[in-house]
């Protein structure tokens, strides 16, 4: 079975604070994928990488960055984390046909 | 552009079945997925289909794809309280891994 895990499932942070949200995926997947779900609005993509240290935006990057140092591992990172940032993050590994997602992050910032 | 739309809500009674509907507009996608998600979740992928399919079945699944009217369908016989979730289509296009664009999600209410 595919495996990917996200470093919180919960985290409240304050205004301001960098926030670094973690996926690991253990198939050896090249792509590897940031969203974040709010209600009605459904899932929109944050950033994407289809390589070690490759990066590309999605739809919404503004006010994220990414870190993709080690294949399995994705990393997105909120420099200064801001209440309109509040949302469930959820990140997803893919084979270019199937894509896997894990149990999401519910980030609050108060 | 990319744009992916399906009704809120969808309210059956346990055996029934569901059908859960999606349009979408580029007509250059490739695949078209259904993912569930149960509350508190991440998604799961349920199934998917190639774009020069018209139908697809897997056990109480059917997926039915009208590429002309670009119009996605997701047919669950004999829905049980456990298929109460919410439910994603998505499409992806070819170029650059599998970007994939998503619904805003039908919520599924199994009724006994």
């Known amino acids: 079975d595919v495996k990917v895990t996200q470093s919180s499932r919960y985290l409240v942070k304050r205004t301001g604070e960098k926030v670094f949200l973690e996926c690991v995926q253990d198939?050896?997947?090249?792509?590897m994928f940031w969203y974040r779900q709010d209600p009605g609005l459904g899932l929109r993509l944050i950033y994407f990488s289809y390589d070690v240290k490759m990066k590309e935006k999605g739809d919404i990057p503004e006010g994220y960055s990414v870190s993709r140092e080690k294949k399995e591992r994705f990393s997105l990172i909120l420099e200064s984390a801001s209440t309109n940032q509040t949302s469930m993050y959820l990140c997803?590994?893919?084979?270019?046909?199937?894509?896997?997602f894990g149990p999401g992050t519910r980030l609050t910032v108060t | 552009g990319e744009d992916v739309e399906q009704s809120l809500f969808l309210s059956v009674r346990e055996g029934d079945s569901s059908v859960i509907n999606c349009t979408y507009t580029?007509?250059?996608?490739?695949?078209l997925y259904w993912y569930k998600q149960e509350p508190g979740a991440g998604l799961q992928l349920l199934t998917y289909?190639?774009?020069?399919?018209d139908m697809k079945q897997d056990q109480r699944l059917t997926v039915l794809l009208n590429k002309k009217d670009k119009h996605l369908s997701l047919r669950i016989a004999d829905t049980q309280t456990g298929d109460s979730a919410i439910y994603f289509c998505a499409e992806s296009i070819t170029g650059g891994g599998n970007k994939l664009t998503f619904g805003t999600g039908t919520q599924l209410k199994v009724e006994l």
């Open positions: 580029d007509s250059s996608s490739t695949y």
């Open positions: 198939m050896d997947h090249e792509n």
């Open positions: 997803a590994s893919g084979t270019g046909t199937e894509e896997y």
């Open positions: 289909i190639f774009s020069n399919m």
